[in-house]
């Protein structure tokens, strides 16, 4: 048909809204189509279908009794409906001057009957139609009839009103979501070749966990009115661009490559200065990262690069860093490390404890051993435990890393109780494991299982165990001592030294920390520190003992400035079990 269905009269604002709706190319709403089921048994015709009108098709979101999923705009009967707000009725195609033409009434489907009910969404934009079609004319369409389909027509734009609010916008913001931006990145991804590439940009206006204390300090309401009030800042500065908000902190525009530079001076030049919210300026520290969503393989993965790639910058105090593939190695690296962990857990082989010896620095006789965790993993080899136990940390595997680690020390340790050793086990936990009773609890209970000697047991800490919750933290460390445990803090002289809660430590001993000793005998600010500690520790009555003693040299400056045991590599090196006892027979021998 040459002189087909006009455009309407508020075609652009019709179509952006049917765009803003995310519907075209979706797939199938299992809702939806039970829709134009019943229309097509309530009303004997054997086709129903959910029209939207696009710019140059139809595209059916639903459809009963046709297998193709869409038709040109300028054949559908449905472009001829939507201009109007009634029903549109045609009781017979072929006396239709409109349609009497029209391929789709000359041929197949042999459109004869047709009733189309506007789908208007918001005030005079019409997206498309709830139709009937038979291919038998009729006489007459009744009004009842026309109501009946009236009512389902509004159940389906309700419908549709609920898709596109749940499915595809942040009640928070009012913005479209993750979803919505992944989609949409999808989409530009399939523009025809030539067109100009664009750049996805993320800024992130806080950080996660600065927004978290904000919300545990000030509120829920008012850290989601300042999260508010930064979007309303973002908009306007991305006008007209779409914003997204893809996480909690995290808003994201896709833009033309060419301007991204500029756009992304604009967000830096806007947050520069303080915005107010409620009477008080508040300076956003905001974030930014850039992909080119052809850098990824997936549109998801768009959203992980920004993620990453703004978590570093965050990281590394940089205002802005755009997304290279390298920037993904290390914490994907550090993903896989994690996904890798249960398994460790579990298989038979891939963890076990080394032990390295504490030696008495006056007499040379072995005090102790500390149990050191060892990983050998099938495909990625050894993976040292400075790696993967920060990772861990972050996360509920260290309870159960820290679960293992204390059954296999123990069991140990009453295997050589019960050969008559008395030297000590020290095993190393983290602040994460002293959050909770559980611990206490764990430990308890291996203590009556294996028939421990409490007292040859000693558990390395960290004063980062203090920084969360010190109160309850040292009353577990308290009952830890009340079973007879004794406590060394680990790494001391580094990190949180807070002397207010030290002094309340019901610890037996201090390790300083290796980083003064390894060339203590050419650093004499180095001996004036452990000098110092010596002097303290003695004071609290602790014993101390260094690690990290790598040579003769410093063993004998240690004794001298009368420190009382001593680990290091130059004594022994941490050792599997029976290296161990091999090492502690030539000793005896
Ligand atoms: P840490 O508890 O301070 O353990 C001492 C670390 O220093 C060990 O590293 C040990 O192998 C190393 N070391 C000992 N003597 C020397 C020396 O003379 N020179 C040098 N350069 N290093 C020496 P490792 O085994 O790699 O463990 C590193 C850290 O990982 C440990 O530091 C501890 O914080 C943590 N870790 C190890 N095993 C466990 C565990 O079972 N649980 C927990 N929570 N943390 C563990
Ligand atoms: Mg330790
Ligand atoms: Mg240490």
Redesign the pocket.
């Known amino acids: 048909m040459s002189d087909g269905p006009q455009v309407t009269f508020n075609e652009d604002e019709r179509l952006n809204l049917l765009r803003e709706l995310c519907l075209l190319d979706t797939p199938a709403d299992s809702i939806l189509d039970s829709i134009t089921k019943v229309c097509a048994t309530v009303f004997n015709v054997p086709i129903a279908l959910i029209s939207l009108i696009d710019d140059h098709r139809q595209w059916f979101k639903s459809k009963y009794g046709l297998a193709v999923n869409e038709t040109p705009r300028d054949q559908a009967f449905c472009a001829y409906a939507i201009h109007g707000q009634a029903p549109m009725v045609v009781l017979n195609a072929i006396e239709d001057p409109r349609f009497v033409n029209n391929p789709l009434v000359k041929s197949a489907p042999n459109i004869r009957f047709y009733v189309g009910v506007p789908i208007v969404i918001e005030e005079d934009k019409c997206i498309g139609t709830l139709c009937i079609i038979d291919s038998i004319p009729r006489q007459a369409f009744s009004p009842e009839e026309t109501q009946l389909l009236v009512e389902l027509c509004s159940m389906v734009r309700e419908r549709i009103k609920l898709l596109s609010t749940v499915g595809y916008f942040d009640a928070l913001t009012q913005l479209p979501n993750r979803t919505r931006f992944i989609d949409d990145v999808e989409a530009l991804l399939h523009r025809p070749m030539g067109a100009e590439p664009l750049m996805s940009i993320a800024v992130d206006v806080c950080g996660e966990e600065y927004f978290r204390g904000v919300t545990k300090a000030l509120g829920w309401e008012y850290a989601e009115t300042m999260l508010i009030a930064a979007k309303e800042k973002l908009k306007k500065t991305l006008s007209p661009y779409t914003l997204y908000r893809i996480s909690t902190t995290l808003f994201a525009v896709n833009v033309e490559a060419s301007k991204a530079a500029v756009v992304v001076q604009e967000v830096i030049k806007t947050f520069a200065h303080p915005v107010e919210h409620q009477s008080i300026p508040y300076r956003f520290d905001m974030t930014i990262s850039s992909v080119l969503p052809e850098q990824c393989q997936d549109p998801k993965d768009v959203v992980r690069a920004l993620v990453t790639t703004v978590d570093l910058a965050r990281h590394h105090n940089l205002e802005f860093l755009p997304y290279e593939k390298s920037l993904e190695d290390a914490p994907r690296h550090a993903f896989n490390i994690l996904m890798a962990i249960p398994n460790a857990l579990t298989s038979c082989n891939e963890l076990s404890l080394h032990y ?1 010896p504490k030696v008495d620095l006056i007499s040379g006789a072995l005090v102790g051993v ?4 060892r990983w050998q993993h099938p495909l990625m080899g050894c993976i ?3 790696l993967f ?1 920060p990772l861990a940390e972050k996360t509920a595997l260290m309870r159960r ?2 679960s293992w ?1 204390l059954d296999q020390g123990l069991k140990q340790a009453a295997e050589w109780q019960a050969q008559g050793h008395t030297f000590s086990m020290a ?4 602040a994460v494991d002293l959050d909770s009773d559980q611990f206490l609890a764990r430990i308890q209970g291996l203590i009556e299982a294996y028939h421990l000697n409490p007292s040859g047991i000693e558990i ?1 800490f960290t004063e980062s165990a203090l920084i969360a919750n010190p109160m309850a933290t040292l009353q577990r460390l308290q009952v830890l001592r009340h079973m007879g445990i004794s406590l060394s803090i ?2 001391f002289g580094t990190g949180y030294n807070n002397l207010y809660f030290f002094k309340m430590l019901p610890a037996t001993a201090l390790k300083i920390d ?1 980083s003064f000793i390894r060339d203590l005998q050419f650093d004499p600010r180095n001996i004036i520190i452990v000098k110092s500690l010596i002097a303290m520790a003695r004071e609290f009555g602790f014993r101390v003992i260094a ?4 040579s003769e040299a410093v063993y004998k400056t240690l004794r001298d400035l009368g420190c009382d045991d001593g ?4 004594i022994a090196r ?1 050792m599997p079990r029976l290296q161990f006892e091999k090492w502690l027979q030539g000793r005896k021998a």
Do not use: F, H, K, M
């Open positions: 390295q500390e149990a050191l965790l040292a435990p400075n136990i890393i820290t680690v095993l190393n936990v983290s390395e680990d790494d290796q690690e990290g003693i790598e680990q290091g590599y130059w941490p």
